[in-house]
């Protein structure tokens, strides 16, 4: 096929237009470089069937030649990215799949929607099914993001409905892996940078809020997986395995043998106190289950952020 992939050069972005290339695709990568870099490319530059296009989706995109199927990653993902670009990051829910979705309607494409599990806000529900509505504040510093993806699934449903496009929604679920920026902001890289630079590992709140973590190969194989169904529904795609933030801590500082020390800061305001998928859907209707072990994946990571050197760990 030949693929376009909205935020190419992010961290999970990156990592599917590997997977892509590597079975055969062609892919077109478009990215601003807002929150992705070119070192998460950079291997792809000049490879056979690669090609990067430097380009806000809030703005009109066009993609020459015929294309099968448009996935659309583009949006700042991390609360460290989309508070201090909050508008940029409704921009990219909103016109942003907009512009994607008119492209793929365009080309007779397939069209695949980067959701996240944050369109179920502080949930009420344990295990977030994908039929649950979500408890969202969207006035909060959190809503830019949630209300962007939530938008997002709602056109991408227009879409589907009023043109008969083709579409795919996934919802993500705290994806972790090699090529998060150290400076991201999200648990399983502060946690990892910190434990690496023997650093206290800060916890918000108490700890005892619960998340679920999956492994980027694995997230990437749920998504291809998606892409290749017949399925317009949103399909979670995480792990079910639910741990603390606590516990998540103790297993970073065990992987990477650090003995800094653990201090606790006031949670910020709407952080989800549990967040776990009910992944039901995504084994019966694609045969997908997680099948990278968290301590192997923390470790993987942890050898990832080590090779990136000590003045990036600072």
């Given at each position: 096929?030949?693929?376009?992939?909205?935020?190419?050069?992010?961290?999970?972005?990156?990592?599917?237009?590997?997977?892509?290339?590597?079975?055969?695709?062609?892919?077109?990568?478009?990215?601003?470089?807002?929150?992705?870099?070119?070192?998460?490319?950079?291997?792809?530059?000049?490879?056979?069937?690669?090609?990067?296009?430097?380009?806000?989706?809030?703005?009109?995109?066009?993609?020459?030649?015929?294309?099968?199927?448009?996935?659309?990653?583009?949006?700042?993902?991390?609360?460290?990215?989309?508070?201090?670009m909050p508008i940029?990051?409704?921009?990219?829910?909103?016109?942003?799949?907009?512009?994607?979705?008119?492209?793929?309607?365009?080309?007779?494409?397939?069209?695949?929607?980067?959701?996240?599990?944050?369109?179920?806000?502080?949930?009420?529900?344990?295990?977030?099914?994908?039929?649950?509505?979500?408890?969202?504040?969207?006035?909060?510093?959190?809503?830019?993001?949630?209300?962007?993806?939530?938008?997002?699934?709602?056109?991408?449903?227009?879409?589907?409905?009023?043109?008969?496009?083709?579409?795919?929604?996934?919802?993500?679920?705290?994806?972790?892996?090699?090529?998060?920026?150290?400076?991201?902001?999200?648990?399983?890289?502060?946690?990892?940078?910190?434990?690496?630079?023997?650093?206290?590992?800060?916890?918000?709140?108490?700890?005892?809020?619960?998340?679920?973590?999956?492994?980027?190969?694995?997230?990437?194989?749920?998504?291809?997986a998606l892409l290749?169904?017949?399925e317009h529904d949103?399909?979670?795609?995480?792990?079910?395995?639910?741990?603390?933030?606590?516990?998540?801590?103790?297993?970073?500082?065990?992987?990477?043998?650090?003995?800094?020390?653990?201090?606790?800061?006031?949670?910020?305001?709407?952080?989800?106190?549990?967040?776990?998928?009910?992944?039901?859907?995504?084994?019966?209707?694609?045969?997908?289950?997680?099948?990278?072990?968290?301590?192997?994946?923390?470790?993987?990571?942890?050898?990832?952020?080590?090779?990136?050197?000590?003045?990036?760990?600072?």
């Amino acid at each position: 096929m030949r693929v376009v992939v909205t935020g190419g050069a992010g961290f999970l972005g990156s990592h599917l237009c590997d997977h892509l290339i590597a079975r055969g695709d062609d892919v077109v990568c478009i990215d601003n470089f807002s929150t992705g870099t070119r070192s998460n490319i950079a291997h792809l530059r000049g490879r056979q069937g690669f090609t990067l296009v430097e380009h806000d989706v809030s703005a009109y995109v066009d993609v020459a030649g015929a294309v099968d199927a448009v996935l659309h990653f583009a949006s700042p993902a991390s609360p460290v990215d989309y508070t201090r670009m909050p508008i940029q990051t409704l921009k990219a829910g909103s016109l942003g799949t907009h512009n994607t979705l008119g492209l793929a309607k365009a080309k007779d494409a397939t069209f695949l929607l980067a959701s996240t599990s944050e369109v179920y806000g502080d949930p009420l529900v344990h295990p977030q099914a994908e039929q649950y509505w979500g408890n969202v504040n969207h006035l909060g510093p959190r809503g830019v993001y949630d209300e962007a993806k939530r938008f997002a699934e709602a056109m991408t449903m227009a879409y589907c409905r009023y043109h008969g496009l083709d579409t795919r929604i996934v919802r993500v679920f705290n994806t972790y892996g090699p090529r998060m920026r150290p400076d991201d902001g999200r648990v399983v890289s502060n946690f990892i940078v910190a434990a690496l630079a023997d650093e206290p590992i800060t916890i918000y709140g108490d700890g005892a809020q619960t998340r679920s973590f999956c492994f980027v190969d694995d997230q990437v194989r749920g998504i291809v997986a998606l892409l290749e169904s017949g399925e317009h529904d949103p399909v979670n795609i995480g792990s079910s395995e639910e741990l603390t933030v606590a516990e998540l801590a103790e297993i970073v500082l065990e992987v990477t043998g650090s003995t800094s020390p653990v201090r606790c800061l006031p949670l910020p305001a709407d952080d989800p106190k549990r967040r776990c998928p009910d992944a039901a859907r995504a084994r019966e209707l694609l045969g997908w289950s997680p099948s990278v072990a968290l301590r192997e994946g923390l470790g993987r990571t942890a050898e990832y952020f080590r090779s990136l050197a000590a003045p990036g760990l600072g």
